[in-house]
């Protein structure tokens, strides 16, 4: 039994180490194609066949950053993403909902930024929306599922003609059910000076550095583990022989003693 745990828990480890390899490794892909990405022109968003919210398959490198220049209409609904945070400050990332001239039911979710959220939970923030056809020039992102769970879990908090919806998560195909219309799985991220708030930009939740970080320390608790192991082993199997030593040389010495005294 102590084996079978023992060969279990070191191969756990091994196995956490190697996965944590394998995701550095991607991510060093990522990153070097979000850097060439920094470097290509925009195309224009109406020519990019994007799958939409209610598809599931999204290839995620795909799209990611992909600068792109957009025409759109705004309308007036606005999503707060809670739980946001920002140079220390906790807040919420405004997103509001646009569609295309040219295609009357295909909507985008265009990032407004990020604004500083209050005490009072009975409201959100004051934002500045958008109210004329505007053009502007971005990138591409979406918010990788939560391990914790992807519910929209919507809040209400209509103002004079504007819908607003406070969210937990960024789950774009109930977004798109709520809306009744056919949304964009991929959110656009002005680059330029569309709005005044911060746009935080985080594309990938972990970069490979610290995925390779990790992998050290699985690999280095997997050596520890084996070392203590072998050890215990050394211990169980040669110590005792040793403890014996000294018995026999007291039994050798009072054999002798008696043979004398006879």
């Not at 759109?72 to 707060?80: A, D, G, K, N, Q």
């Not at 991220?189 to 708030?197: E, I, R, S, V």
């Amino acid at each position: 039994m102590g084996l079978v745990l023992t060969v279990v828990v070191f191969s756990s480890l091994v196995k956490l180490g190697l996965w944590q390899k394998q995701r550095g490794n991607e991510k060093v892909v990522l990153e070097q194609s979000l850097a060439l990405r920094t470097e290509q022109p925009p195309v224009a968003l109406s020519s990019l066949d994007l799958p939409l919210a209610q598809h599931g398959d999204h290839n995620y490198q795909r799209w990611i950053a992909v600068p792109v220049s957009a025409h759109l209409i705004p309308e007036p609904v606005l999503f707060f993403l809670d739980n946001q945070t920002f140079d220390g400050k906790v807040g919420y990332l405004v997103m509001q909902l646009m569609r295309e001239a040219e295609k009357a039911n295909q909507r985008y979710l265009v990032e407004l930024g990020f604004v500083a959220g209050g005490l009072d939970r009975q409201t959100v923030p004051s934002v500045s929306t958008l109210l004329e056809p505007v053009m502007f020039s971005g990138r591409l992102y979406k918010k990788m599922d939560s391990p914790l769970g992807s519910e929209l879990y919507t809040e209400r908090f209509d103002i004079e003609s504007i819908q607003q919806y406070r969210i937990q998560n960024l789950n774009t195909a109930q977004i798109s059910e709520l809306v009744g219309a056919e949304l964009s799985a991929w959110v656009v991220q002005p680059t330029d000076t569309l709005t005044a708030y911060p746009h935080p930009w985080k594309p990938v939740s972990m970069n490979s550095a610290k995925h390779f970080g990790y992998s050290f320390q699985w690999f280095t608790m997997a050596a520890v583990f084996a070392f203590v192991v072998l050890i215990a082993f050394w211990r169980s199997c040669f110590q005792p022989k040793k403890s014996l030593l000294p018995k026999k040389k007291l039994a050798s010495k009072y054999e002798t003693h008696t043979t004398s005294d006879e």
